[in-house]
């Protein structure tokens, strides 16, 4: 089974300032198909998760493009250009999603403003 | 407007059994594959079971091997999970998820005597 692993599980950022998660995978998510099966989502407290990135780096609508996803084969990267209020949450990485087989999600990274 | 509502959450003793449902609306279920997603109280999100457009296939978290049954039924817009042999480590909130991309809103299980 593939193991995500997340650094760090903790983040303290001032407002308006860059955020960057990385999240690292026991094994290459590049499926036969060539795609890569990484995703991140957020979850604000007391809230459902909420996917923002898939296939590494495709946004999904609504979105805002301070959120940007990066990487390959097994290293990833989740960006917040700039941190606002709003971003305040767990933030987990996914290998995923797709029907063929198990998904795993990172312990998840903790983000707060200072 | 996508949505999707679980149901049947609650509590429930150890070796126990619990059938969630997730009623869905807004899109036609029939093309997209689903899941169960859990969370432990205070943890992190953990995968439970995958089912296909069609339901021909399914896959699930070891743990729960043998003890759950994700299912459908595309006519009725809905997913369901069945629970058998509950444990206190399957207390969770659970959630139900399009492909990933949307998500309900969870139904707490409670195993505990």
């Known amino acids: 089974d593939v193991v995500m692993t997340q650094f760090p599980l903790s983040l303290s950022v001032t407002l308006g300032q860059p955020a960057s998660i990385s999240c690292k995978s026991s094994?290459?998510?590049?499926?036969?198909?060539?795609?890569?099966?990484l995703s991140w989502f957020q979850q604000r407290p007391g809230q459902s998760p909420r996917r923002l990135i898939y296939?590494?780096?495709n946004r999904d609508s609504g979105v805002p493009d301070r959120f940007s996803g990066s990487g390959s084969g097994t290293d990833f990267t989740l960006k917040i250009s700039r941190v606002e209020a709003d971003d305040v949450g767990i933030y987990y990485c996914?290998?995923?999603?797709?029907?063929?087989?198990?998904?795993?999600f990172g312990q998840g990274t903790k983000l707060e403003i200072k | 407007e996508v949505q999707l509502v679980e149901s049947g959450g609650g509590l429930v003793q150890p070796g126990g059994s619990l059938r969630l449902s997730c009623a869905v609306s807004?899109?036609?279920?029939?093309?997209?594959?689903m899941a169960w997603v859990r969370q432990a109280p205070g943890k992190g999100l953990e995968w439970v079971a995958n089912?296909?457009?069609?339901?021909?296939?399914?896959h699930y978290v070891d743990s729960v091997k043998g003890r759950f049954t994700i299912s459908r039924d595309n006519s009725k817009n809905s997913l369901y999970l069945q629970m058998n042999s509950l444990r206190a480590e399957d207390t969770a909130v659970y959630y139900c998820?399009?492909?990933?991309?949307?998500w309900g809103q969870g139904t707490l299980v409670t195993v505990s005597s």
């Open positions: 296939w590494v780096s």
């Open positions: 089912i296909k457009e069609d339901g021909s296939e399914k």
């Open positions: 807004g899109f036609s279920m029939s093309v997209y594959w």
């Open positions: 998820a399009r492909s990933f991309e949307h």
């Open positions: 996914m290998e995923g999603p797709h029907w063929l087989s198990k998904c795993s």
């Open positions: 094994q290459s998510l590049v499926d036969s198909d060539g795609n890569t099966y």
